[in-house]
């Protein structure tokens, strides 16, 4: 009986994701949800299994691909494949901080705004949101980190200070919009208390338009964070990161292609996850 059961449940389980693969967006969601965490276990569980260390030198540099070496060797004779999966944590890990500290901050921050009765409060917060998100963010990171100095850390610092008013502008926006519902009409009608009708109605319904956006923002984040890190301004040699080892193998370019292709191979496959899970979610919330 109890075997008959489970396959029933299985069987239910399986219709059920049919189900919802077959709703909108449900394939490009199923699609980049894989591709993300197929990206994300490798760089969890390679370290555990490598034979190499990341910084070691294992053979004669500028070895091509091979059966021992998949990835090849570098032009300090460093597998490239432990190194392009041991920067996973580093990519990934700083832009998920990048992006989940100044998602908290700035929602909190723009639902404070929207419940904020003080007008002239309202518009200096207004004004230094506003002012914040004229400036490029790559512009003003790179400036910042001149004055910083290089590391993973100091990025996170600066996403944080950068991309806060962001999502604050977006939760205040949303705040005010929740704020004139009718559900929070009748919520005070009855008699709830200002903190539930906060954290129990309003914020569950503002944070939904802040992960939405948190989510493309990922995207763009992570590209930054290689960018910078190609430009030298945040991944510290000999550390492994995507864009400093693009940055290393751009010189032998025509000769040790694997050096520059692979790391940038993991970099465009986390971008692409990310792309349809976005695309999945847009199509499924208009409903094409």
Known sequence: MKTINTAANVQTRRQRLKEWVSLPGGFGIITGISMFL?????GVIHPFISAYEPD?????????????????????GRDVMTRTFAAVPADIGVAFLGVSIPLVIGTLIGILLGLAKNKYFVSLVSSIIDGINAFPLLII??????????????VVIILTIMNWARYARIARTKAVVVLQQNYIEAAQL?????????????????SSESLAYALSDFILV???????SFLGLAARPPAAEWGAMIADGRTYLGDAWWITIFPGVALCW???????????????????
């Open 56 to 76: 070691e030198f294992v053979g004669e540099s500028f070895q091509p691909p091979s059966w021992q070496h998949p990835f090849g060797l570098d032009q300090l």
């Open 190 to 206: 009855m008699g709830y208390s200002k903190k539930r009708i906060i954290f129990k109605h309003v914020t569950p319904n503002v």
């Open 270 to 288: 986390s971008a692409i996850a990310l792309s349809f899970i976005v695309e999945g979610l847009s199509r499924r919330d208009k409903g094409n």
């Open 222 to 228: 992570i590209i930054i964070v290689s960018g910078l």
């Open 141 to 154: 990171a790179i400036a910042m980190i001149s004055f910083l100095g290089p590391g993973l850390y100091n």
């Open 38 to 42: 197929t990206i994300v276990l490798i």
